[in-house]
């Protein structure tokens, strides 16, 4: 027959049955694609039983509905007597005649298939990073000017898919006014002076009317003319980024104020301490003492919950090894200091404590001291009260001039009475200063 020796010299793999399925011949392109080294292997078995067992229930199918409608194609993935695993487009058609028998044409599909499934799981694997990137892909025609948006326009900026338009215009619209003429300006130069990408960063409306600030870069794709047509890149929200930054510079800003408040006051303190005292011993003793009390009210401070410090965490940074040694005796309600008036308050302690290990009752073996605060509402001002009161030290007598750890005392803090008392039974000093 015609049709059979045609397909008999067909590049595909042919074969011929007759009308119980059994194989009545087969090319030579076949023998070769399943790997038969001669027909009389073949010829009068059943075609199905040619292949392995799992898949022939769906050949017997393939026949039967050949035998009503004339034709069955199929594509079906199995190995062969070479063990290898392919793909193979099957088609099955009855031939013309008053006996039934049947044509099947094989072709090897595996490269094909290969080529989509790989397709496939690219796309796949780039709708998977699109839905799970926060980040806002974008792709404009730059011949129609219209713009296709991935789905974190959704995901970030909260537009639904009806919201979002597909022109360069809707885009534009929505960059600030105070950045869109930069942005947009900066996108036409670089295509027109022929850039291969682009980058800006401004400041992109969301669907609930808040200004996001965006990282937004492009690549401009060019035919073999070297004409532009497409322009593709990504938008990245990055507005925690811009706050943190916003953030940085207040610290560093408050950083850098408070270093110098800092220095200022350590230089005051020296220059202070070179006047009063006599000698390099004494200047060392005095100005060393002076700085340590304010590095304890920062340590205080940087503890602290609260924005402050506790007041007893001051005074026993400074003074515990007189409190270990049962010199010096604590007693008050928990109080927390402002932050501007830990140091103040840290230096009149230390000039007090220097003061009582100098001439007073620290200065001997036998001598303590009595620390006390209460708390005192005066109409609507509260008051802090503290009381030094030393007790079994040498005889104090009231100084001639005013030192300058008196001076400390008395106007290092804001808004603070200091009464002064040198009895016989020893120097009582009682600081009331204002809290709020």
């Given at each position: 027959?015609?049709?059979?020796?045609?397909?008999?010299?067909?590049?595909?793999?042919?074969?011929?049955?007759?009308?119980?399925?059994?194989?009545?011949?087969?090319?030579?392109?076949?023998?070769?694609?399943?790997?038969?080294?001669?027909?009389?292997?073949?010829?009068?078995?059943?075609?199905?039983?040619?292949?392995?067992?799992?898949?022939?229930?769906?050949?017997?199918?393939?026949?039967?509905?050949?035998?009503?409608?004339?034709?069955?194609?199929?594509?079906?993935?199995?190995?062969?007597?070479?063990?290898?695993?392919?793909?193979?487009?099957?088609?099955?058609?009855?031939?013309?005649?008053?006996?039934?028998?049947?044509?099947?044409?094989?072709?090897?599909?595996?490269?094909?298939?290969?080529?989509?499934?790989?397709?496939?799981?690219?796309?796949?694997?780039?709708?998977?990073?699109?839905?799970?990137?926060?980040?806002?892909?974008?792709?404009i025609d730059l011949v129609d000017n219209k713009v296709w948006?991935?789905?974190?326009?959704?995901?970030?900026?909260?537009?639904?898919?009806?919201?979002?338009?597909?022109?360069?215009?809707?885009?534009?619209?929505?960059?600030?006014?105070?950045?869109?003429?930069?942005?947009?300006?900066?996108?036409?130069?670089?295509?027109?002076?022929?850039?291969?990408?682009?980058?800006?960063?401004?400041?992109?409306?969301?669907?609930?009317?808040?200004?996001?600030?965006?990282?937004?870069?492009?690549?401009?794709?060019?035919?073999?003319?070297?004409?532009?047509?497409?322009?593709?890149?990504?938008?990245?929200?990055?507005?925690?980024?811009?706050?943190?930054?916003?953030?940085?510079?207040?610290?560093?800003?408050?950083?850098?104020?408070?270093?110098?408040?800092?220095?200022?006051?350590?230089?005051?303190?020296?220059?202070?301490?070179?006047?009063?005292?006599?000698?390099?011993?004494?200047?060392?003793?005095?100005?060393?003492?002076?700085?340590?009390?304010?590095?304890?009210?920062?340590?205080?401070?940087?503890?602290?919950?609260?924005?402050?410090?506790?007041l007893e965490d001051l005074i026993c940074v400074q003074l515990?090894?007189?409190?270990?040694?049962?010199?010096?005796?604590?007693?008050?309600?928990?109080?927390?200091?402002?932050?501007?008036?830990?140091?103040?308050?840290?230096?009149?302690?230390?000039?007090?404590?220097?003061?009582?290990?100098?001439?007073?009752?620290?200065?001997?073996?036998?001598?303590?001291?009595?620390?006390?605060?209460?708390?005192?509402?005066?109409?609507?001002?509260?008051?802090?009260?503290?009381?030094?009161?030393?007790?079994?030290?040498?005889?104090?007598?009231?100084?001639?001039?005013?030192?300058?750890?008196?001076?400390?005392?008395?106007?290092?803090?804001?808004?603070?009475?200091?009464?002064?008392?040198?009895?016989?039974?020893?120097?009582?000093?009682?600081?009331?200063?204002?809290?709020?």
């Amino acid at each position: 027959m015609a049709v059979e020796s045609a397909a008999l010299n067909s590049p595909c793999c042919v074969q011929t049955l007759d009308d119980t399925g059994a194989v009545r011949s087969f090319n030579e392109e076949g023998l070769r694609l399943m790997a038969v080294d001669s027909p009389t292997d073949i010829v009068g078995r059943y075609w199905p039983d040619l292949w392995p067992k799992n898949v022939r229930p769906t050949l017997i199918t393939a026949l039967e509905k050949t035998r009503c409608n004339g034709t069955a194609n199929f594509q079906i993935r199995c190995s062969m007597t070479t063990g290898a695993n392919r793909w193979w487009d099957v088609t099955i058609a009855s031939l013309p005649g008053n006996i039934a028998q049947f044509i099947v044409i094989l072709r090897d599909i595996t490269a094909a298939h290969s080529d989509l499934a790989a397709e496939k799981r690219t796309n796949d694997r780039l709708q998977d990073i699109m839905r799970s990137n926060a980040d806002i892909l974008w792709d404009i025609d730059l011949v129609d000017n219209k713009v296709w948006w991935g789905e974190g326009m959704t995901s970030t900026l909260g537009y639904d898919p009806d919201q979002i338009g597909e022109s360069t215009r809707w885009r534009d619209e929505r960059i600030h006014p105070d950045d869109r003429k930069r942005i947009v300006e900066g996108m036409r130069a670089a295509i027109e002076d022929g850039l291969a990408n682009w980058e800006g960063e401004f400041r992109y409306l969301d669907a609930a009317g808040r200004y996001r600030d965006v990282l937004d870069r492009g690549a401009i794709l060019t035919d073999v003319n070297g004409k532009a047509f497409r322009f593709v890149g990504v938008m990245q929200d990055v507005t925690a980024r811009t706050a943190l930054g916003e953030a940085y510079k207040l610290v560093a800003g408050e950083l850098a104020h408070r270093v110098n408040n800092v220095l200022a006051v350590v230089s005051g303190l020296f220059q202070n301490s070179v006047r009063s005292t006599t000698s390099r011993a004494d200047l060392i003793d005095a100005f060393g003492g002076r700085v340590m009390a304010m590095a304890a009210a920062n340590t205080a401070v940087l503890r602290s919950e609260f924005g402050g410090a506790k007041l007893e965490d001051l005074i026993c940074v400074q003074l515990a090894p007189f409190i270990g040694a049962g010199r010096l005796r604590l007693s008050g309600p928990p109080v927390v200091l402002k932050e501007a008036m830990t140091q103040p308050f840290a230096l009149a302690v230390n000039e007090l404590a220097t003061n009582a290990l100098k001439y007073g009752a620290l200065s001997n073996e036998v001598g303590r001291v009595d620390l006390m605060w209460r708390l005192e509402l005066r109409g609507e001002q509260k008051r802090l009260i503290v009381d030094w009161k030393e007790s079994g030290g040498p005889i104090v007598k009231s100084p001639t001039r005013l030192g300058l750890g008196s001076k400390l005392i008395e106007r290092g803090i804001r808004n603070c009475e200091v009464l002064r008392r040198f009895h016989l039974s020893g120097f009582h000093c009682t600081l009331d200063l204002e809290l709020d």
